[in-house]
Protein backbone atom coordinates (compact mmCIF):
# COMPACT_ATOMS: atom_id res chain seq x y z
CA UNK A 1 0.00 0.00 0.00
CA UNK A 2 1.31 3.47 -0.88
CA UNK A 3 -0.04 6.48 0.58
CA UNK A 4 -0.02 9.75 -1.33
CA UNK A 5 -0.09 13.33 0.41
CA UNK A 6 -0.88 16.53 -1.06
CA UNK A 7 -2.27 20.20 -0.59
CA UNK A 8 0.41 21.84 1.52
CA UNK A 9 1.72 24.89 0.67
CA UNK A 10 2.20 28.59 1.74
CA UNK A 11 -0.57 30.26 3.71
CA UNK A 12 -0.93 33.50 5.29
CA UNK A 13 -1.82 33.04 9.30
CA UNK A 14 -5.76 32.86 9.70
CA UNK A 15 -5.87 30.98 5.99
CA UNK A 16 -7.10 27.48 5.20
CA UNK A 17 -5.93 24.69 4.05
CA UNK A 18 -7.08 21.34 2.82
CA UNK A 19 -5.02 18.05 2.95
CA UNK A 20 -5.61 15.46 1.59
CA UNK A 21 -4.56 11.23 1.72
CA UNK A 22 -4.76 8.77 -1.43
CA UNK A 23 -3.89 4.95 -1.18
CA UNK A 24 -3.14 3.46 -4.30
CA UNK A 25 -4.65 0.65 -5.19
CA UNK A 26 -6.58 0.14 -1.89
CA UNK A 27 -9.81 1.71 0.48
CA UNK A 28 -9.34 3.03 3.68
CA UNK A 29 -12.45 1.64 4.27
CA UNK A 30 -11.95 -1.00 7.21
CA UNK A 31 -8.75 0.66 8.19
CA UNK A 32 -8.31 4.02 10.95
CA UNK A 33 -6.75 6.51 9.46
CA UNK A 34 -4.56 9.47 10.92
CA UNK A 35 -2.37 12.36 9.94
CA UNK A 36 0.18 13.19 12.20
CA UNK A 37 2.86 16.12 11.57
CA UNK A 38 7.16 16.99 11.89
CA UNK A 39 8.20 20.23 12.23
CA UNK A 40 11.74 21.23 12.36
CA UNK A 41 13.64 19.57 15.06
CA UNK A 42 10.61 18.13 16.56
CA UNK A 43 9.53 15.21 16.90
CA UNK A 44 6.15 13.91 14.90
CA UNK A 45 3.16 14.54 16.85
CA UNK A 46 -0.28 13.48 16.13
CA UNK A 47 -2.88 15.74 15.04
CA UNK A 48 -5.81 13.66 14.03
CA UNK A 49 -7.10 10.07 14.40
CA UNK A 50 -10.55 8.26 12.90
CA UNK A 51 -11.65 4.55 13.94
CA UNK A 52 -13.03 2.65 11.04
CA UNK A 53 -15.48 0.67 13.91
CA UNK A 54 -17.21 3.53 15.63
CA UNK A 55 -16.60 6.80 13.63
CA UNK A 56 -15.06 8.27 16.15
CA UNK A 57 -12.33 11.23 15.96
CA UNK A 58 -9.82 12.65 18.39
CA UNK A 59 -7.76 15.77 17.69
CA UNK A 60 -4.79 16.98 19.78
CA UNK A 61 -5.79 19.76 21.53
CA UNK A 62 -3.88 21.88 19.20
CA UNK A 63 -5.83 21.81 16.72
CA UNK A 64 -9.21 20.72 17.97
CA UNK A 65 -12.16 23.26 16.66
CA UNK A 66 -9.69 24.18 13.79
CA UNK A 67 -8.81 21.04 11.80
CA UNK A 68 -11.31 18.69 10.68
CA UNK A 69 -10.45 15.05 9.21
CA UNK A 70 -12.99 13.47 6.72
CA UNK A 71 -13.23 10.49 4.56
CA UNK A 72 -14.28 11.09 0.70
CA UNK A 73 -15.60 7.46 -0.17
CA UNK A 74 -16.19 8.43 -3.84
CA UNK A 75 -12.80 9.63 -4.28
CA UNK A 76 -11.10 7.42 -1.85
CA UNK A 77 -9.27 10.12 0.11
CA UNK A 78 -8.92 11.27 3.67
CA UNK A 79 -8.98 14.83 3.91
CA UNK A 80 -7.67 16.98 6.83
CA UNK A 81 -9.59 20.60 6.09
CA UNK A 82 -7.35 23.36 8.25
CA UNK A 83 -8.66 26.46 9.32
CA UNK A 84 -7.39 29.54 11.15
CA UNK A 85 -4.11 28.32 10.32
CA UNK A 86 -1.02 29.77 12.88
CA UNK A 87 2.71 29.57 12.31
CA UNK A 88 2.96 27.01 14.88
CA UNK A 89 1.14 24.79 12.40
CA UNK A 90 4.14 24.93 10.03
CA UNK A 91 5.11 21.06 9.59
CA UNK A 92 5.42 18.54 7.58
CA UNK A 93 2.33 16.63 7.42
CA UNK A 94 2.31 12.96 7.29
CA UNK A 95 -1.16 10.70 6.90
CA UNK A 96 -1.56 7.20 7.89
CA UNK A 97 -3.10 4.11 8.19
CA UNK A 98 -3.68 1.48 10.69
CA UNK A 99 -5.95 -1.47 11.48
CA UNK A 100 -9.08 -0.46 13.09
CA UNK A 101 -8.27 -2.74 16.45
CA UNK A 102 -5.73 -0.11 16.98
CA UNK A 103 -5.53 3.13 18.59
CA UNK A 104 -5.18 6.34 17.00
CA UNK A 105 -3.03 8.53 18.60
CA UNK A 106 0.06 6.83 18.72
CA UNK A 107 2.53 6.80 15.27
CA UNK A 108 2.74 3.01 16.44
CA UNK A 109 -0.75 2.79 15.87
CA UNK A 110 -0.32 2.94 12.43
CA UNK A 111 1.81 0.61 10.01
CA UNK A 112 1.51 2.97 6.26
CA UNK A 113 2.58 6.23 6.16
CA UNK A 114 2.69 8.83 3.28
CA UNK A 115 5.75 10.79 2.21
CA UNK A 116 4.85 14.32 3.89
CA UNK A 117 3.60 17.37 2.52
CA UNK A 118 4.92 20.71 3.97
CA UNK A 119 2.55 23.24 5.32
CA UNK A 120 4.00 26.77 5.57
CA UNK A 121 1.97 29.39 7.74
CA UNK A 122 3.42 32.72 7.72
CA UNK A 123 2.79 35.50 10.17
Known amino acids: VQLQAYGGGLVQAGGSLRLSCAAS????????VGWFRQAPGKHREFVAG????????DYSDAVKGRFTLSRDKAKNTVNLQMNNLKPEDTAVYYC?????????????????WGQGTQVTVSS
Open 25 to 32: GRSFDYYN
Open 96 to 112: ARGGSWSGVRLRTDYNY
Open 50 to 57: NRWLDGST
